[in-house]
């Protein structure tokens, strides 16, 4: 699978964002039986995990962005999206997609869980 992560930017405190990851999956396959994620990654810091939404579309979150941002997605779109409100200056980061079909629940924070990733878009929020 191929994705293509989009709707980064620069924002102020407060202002909200949303972010879409669109799936090119293989002949034969589905995007429903992908495990979809969001990691981020600061300068000068270790990627982190931000959110996952599984085959079932219960969504998970990291404690620093629960209750600000919400994960979904449209199987029939093969697209996945995050809703980020209230943001803060320290949600600055390169946000990247990720899916794996065989990830399990207790590993959905780990990047080394995931097989595919897209390129990141840049999410700035600055005064």
């Known amino acids: 699978v191929q994705l293509q992560a989009s709707g980064g930017g620069l924002m102020q405190p407060g202002g909200s964002l949303r972010l879409s990851c669109a799936a090119s999956?293989?002949?034969?396959?589905?995007?429903?039986?992908?495990?979809m994620t969001w990691f981020r990654q600061a300068p000068g810091k270790e990627r982190e995990f931000v959110s996952a939404?599984?085959?079932?579309?219960?969504?998970f979150y990291a404690d620093s962005v629960k209750g600000r941002f919400t994960i979904s997605r449209d199987n029939a779109k093969n697209t996945m999206y995050l809703q980020m409100n209230s943001l803060k200056p320290e949600d600055t980061a390169v946000y990247y997609c990720?899916?794996?079909?065989?990830?399990?629940?207790?590993?959905?924070?780990?990047?080394?869980?995931?097989?595919?990733w897209g390129p990141g878009t840049q999410v700035t929020v600055s005064s």
């Open positions: 990720a899916a794996s079909r065989q990830v399990i629940m207790s590993s959905y924070f780990r990047s080394d869980s995931y097989d595919y």
């Open positions: 999956v293989a002949s034969g396959a589905s995007f429903r039986n992908y495990v």
């Open positions: 939404i599984n085959r079932g579309s219960s969504p």
